[in-house]
C-alpha cells in the first residue's frame, strides 16, 4: 500500500507500526513523514521490499526503519532515499535486538546508512549504502555484529563510531571512499578522538563499482565483481 503525507497536525506520528511474532510488513511505499516511518520489534518478524523517502522531516532521533527488541528477525529488500533529520538513520537495530539479519537493502543519501544500538548478535550483509558526502555507521555498546559483502559508496569521510569489539568480522566488504575512513572508537558514549581506520577480514578499497553512482546511475560496472 502507499502511506503518505503522514502527520501534517502531529508530528511523533509514525506511518506504520508493528510488533509481536512472525509478521509480515512489506511492498509498502512511504512518502512524507515528520519521523520515522517503518517500526518493529518482536520475534520472527520481517520488513521486506517497503520503499521510503522524505522521512524524518521535523523530529531526530529515528529512522526510516527503526527496530526496538528485534528478534530473529529480517530487514531485507528495503529502499530508503534521503533523510531530513539530523540524528536519523536509515536502518536501526534498537536495544535488545539480537540474532536478526539486515540483507540487501539500499540506502541513498541517507547520511547514516546503519545505525546500531545495545544489539548483539547481528548479521548486516549484501547491502548497497551510497552517500555523496560524508557516511556513518555507528554500534553503540553492540557486540558480535557481522558485516559481510556490503558495498560502501561514499564523496566523502566514511566514520564508523562504536565499541572497539562491536564487530567481530568485516568479512568481504568493497569500500569506495572518496575521503578518509576513520574510526571513533566509543568509551561507553563518549568517543574518543579519531583515528585512520580500515576494515580488514577480506573487505577491499576500490573504485565505484557503479556506472556513475553520482548521477544516480546503479548498474553494475560489466567488470565489478
Not at 512489506?26 to 515528520?34: F, I
Not at 521490499?49 to 521535523?58: P, Q, S, V
Request: aromatic share 10%; proline share 3%; hydrophobic share 35%.
Amino acid at each position: 500500500c502507499t502511506i503518505q503525507e503522514v502527520g501534517l497536525t502531529y508530528a511523533s506520528s509514525l506511518a506504520l507500526a508493528a510488533g509481536g511474532k512472525t509478521n509480515l510488513v512489506a511492498e509498502n511505499r512511504v512518502a512524507g513523514c515528520p519521523y520515522t516511518a517503518i517500526t518493529a520489534g518482536g520475534t520472527g518478524n520481517r520488513i521486506e521490499h517497503n520503499t521510503i523517502t522524505d522521512f524524518m522531516r521535523e523530529l531526530d532521533d529515528g529512522a526510516a526503519i527503526y527496530c526496538f527488541a528485534f528478534c530473529d528477525s529480517t530487514m531485507r529488500g528495503n529502499v530508503v532515499v534521503g533523510s531530513h533529520g539530523r540524528v536519523a538513520s536509515a536502518y536501526y537495530l534498537d536495544e535488545t535486538s539480537r540474532n536478526s539479519t539486515v540483507a540487501e537493502n539500499v540506502a541513498v543519501d541517507s547520511r547514516w546508512p546503519s545505525h546500531n544500538h545495545m544489539s548483539e548478535t547481528c548479521e548486516v550483509r549484501n547491502n548497497v549504502f551510497v552517500d555523496s558526502g560524508d557516511q556513518l555507521v555507528t554500534l553503540a555498546r553492540c557486540r558480535d555484529f557481522v558485516f559481510r559483502q556490503n558495498v560502501f559508496i561514499c564523496g566523502g569521510t566514511f566514520t564508523l563510531r562504536g565499541a572497539r569489539d562491536g564487530v567481530r568480522s568485516w568479512a568481504g566488504n568493497l569500500f569506495h571512499v572518496e575521503g578518509d575512513m576513520q574510526a571513533k572508537w566509543l568509551d561507553d558514549y563518549a568517543p574518543q578522538p579519531a583515528e585512520r581506520w580500515t576494515p580488514g577480514d577480506g573487505s577491499l578499497s576500490g573504485g565505484d563499482p557503479f556506472e556513475d553512482s553520482a548521477a544516480g546511475d546503479y548498474r553494475l560496472r560489466p567488470q565489478s565483481a
